[in-house]
């Protein structure tokens, strides 16, 4: 009898467990062995503890497990609106990027141009200045060629007069001659009054040389003021193009730096694309983990 008796409770025991462990493979947490069952002091009462204490072990991570779920929804959360955030803000540098890349390209093209342009300017303040410098030497030798006329005019204009001299001296001893050297005087003064007419020629074109000299010399003067100027232009449209190909250096150089970024905020662009899907992921993943903690209570 004490055995059938004891059988039964140790059945009885045995089935209270089974079915609090049913119970909690249900999703029940809150079930418990009877503390008649755990708190015996042989083996029964030892596995009705270890029940009890499962349970409470799986309700405290139950309860871990929905804290963690949480903060990582909350997590999840605000990583989508940063790497939002983060993607509306590279479209906008981008955007950015892509205007003034447009206007860097704009002021590489004008620079270029202005490059170009003070290239032929160069060119033609060369062929003037060689055209120039070729009127300098033409004027220069003009003159020297001038003074030498001068030189042959005065020679001239001194025969003239020595001749005028000789001449009236020849009309002088024709006079003495008589009726003899009458007709020598016509010869002399004939020859006078062509030296005095060669005198006033030479004396025209002496002061038609001075004249022409004079104005040749200012000439030649100015151009060699105009020489100057034409270097001076030289070298600053010479430091123009200098600077002309350093802007455009400097714009190339702008410009790789600006493909440089607009190549870092595609990859960043990529890569928030990426981190947004790592976070759907995980909002999914969550939600089916919490779906399947509403499972026990």
């Given at each position: 009898?004490?055995?059938?008796?004891?059988?039964?409770?140790?059945?009885?025991?045995?089935?209270?467990?089974?079915?609090?462990?049913?119970?909690?493979?249900?999703?029940?947490l809150?079930?418990?062995?009877?503390?008649?069952?755990?708190?015996?002091?042989?083996?029964?009462?030892?596995?009705?503890?270890?029940?009890?204490?499962?349970?409470?072990?799986?309700?405290?991570?139950?309860?871990?497990?929905?804290?963690?779920?949480?903060?990582?929804?909350t997590t999840?959360?605000?990583?989508?609106?940063?790497?939002?955030?983060?993607?509306?803000?590279?479209?906008?540098?981008?955007?950015?990027?892509?205007?003034?890349?447009?206007?860097?390209?704009?002021?590489?093209?004008?620079?270029?141009?202005?490059?170009?342009?003070?290239?032929?300017?160069?060119?033609?303040?060369?062929?003037?200045?060689?055209?120039?410098?070729?009127?300098?030497?033409d004027?220069?030798?003009?003159?020297?060629?001038?003074?030498?006329?001068?030189?042959?005019?005065?020679?001239?204009?001194?025969?003239?007069w020595?001749?005028?001299?000789?001449?009236?001296?020849?009309?002088?001893?024709?006079?003495?001659?008589?009726?003899?050297?009458?007709?020598?005087?016509?010869?002399?003064?004939?020859?006078r009054?062509?030296?005095?007419?060669?005198?006033?020629?030479?004396?025209e074109?002496?002061?038609?040389?001075?004249?022409?000299?004079?104005?040749?010399?200012?000439?030649?003067?100015?151009?060699?003021?105009?020489?100057?100027?034409?270097?001076?232009?030289?070298?600053?449209?010479?430091?123009?193009?200098?600077?002309?190909?350093?802007?455009?250096?400097?714009?190339?150089?702008?410009?790789?730096?600006?493909?440089?970024?607009?190549?870092?905020?595609?990859?960043?662009?990529?890569?928030?694309?990426?981190?947004?899907?790592?976070?759907?992921?995980?909002?999914?993943?969550?939600?089916?983990i919490?779906?399947i903690?509403?499972?026990?209570?």
């Amino acid at each position: 009898t004490v055995i059938v008796l004891s059988s039964r409770v140790i059945t009885g025991s045995l089935k209270n467990m089974v079915e609090t462990i049913r119970t909690l493979a249900s999703g029940n947490l809150k079930v418990r062995v009877s503390e008649e069952i755990s708190s015996r002091k042989d083996e029964i009462g030892v596995l009705g503890t270890s029940v009890n204490l499962m349970v409470s072990n799986y309700k405290a991570m139950h309860e871990q497990l929905i804290t963690i779920s949480s903060e990582l929804k909350t997590t999840t959360e605000r990583l989508r609106n940063i790497t939002h955030r983060l993607k509306e803000t590279g479209e906008i540098q981008s955007a950015s990027i892509e205007e003034i890349s447009a206007n860097v390209e704009e002021i590489a093209s004008v620079a270029e141009q202005n490059s170009n342009n003070a290239e032929h300017t160069k060119n033609a303040v060369q062929n003037t200045e060689k055209a120039i410098r070729q009127n300098s030497l033409d004027t220069t030798n003009a003159i020297q060629q001038m003074q030498t006329l001068l030189k042959k005019v005065n020679v001239i204009d001194d025969i003239a007069w020595q001749t005028g001299i000789l001449s009236l001296n020849a009309s002088i001893e024709a006079a003495n001659a008589g009726t003899a050297g009458k007709s020598f005087s016509v010869v002399a003064e004939a020859v006078r009054k062509l030296a005095d007419t060669s005198g006033v020629t030479a004396k025209e074109i002496g002061a038609m040389s001075v004249a022409i000299l004079k104005a040749s010399q200012k000439a030649g003067l100015e151009l060699q003021d105009i020489v100057y100027q034409s270097e001076t232009t030289n070298r600053m449209v010479g430091e123009i193009i200098e600077s002309a190909l350093q802007q455009n250096s400097g714009v190339n150089q702008i410009n790789s730096s600006l493909q440089e970024m607009t190549n870092m905020i595609s990859r960043n662009k990529d890569t928030n694309d990426e981190i947004v899907n790592m976070s759907e992921q995980i909002k999914t993943n969550i939600e089916k983990i919490n779906r399947i903690l509403a499972q026990f209570n």
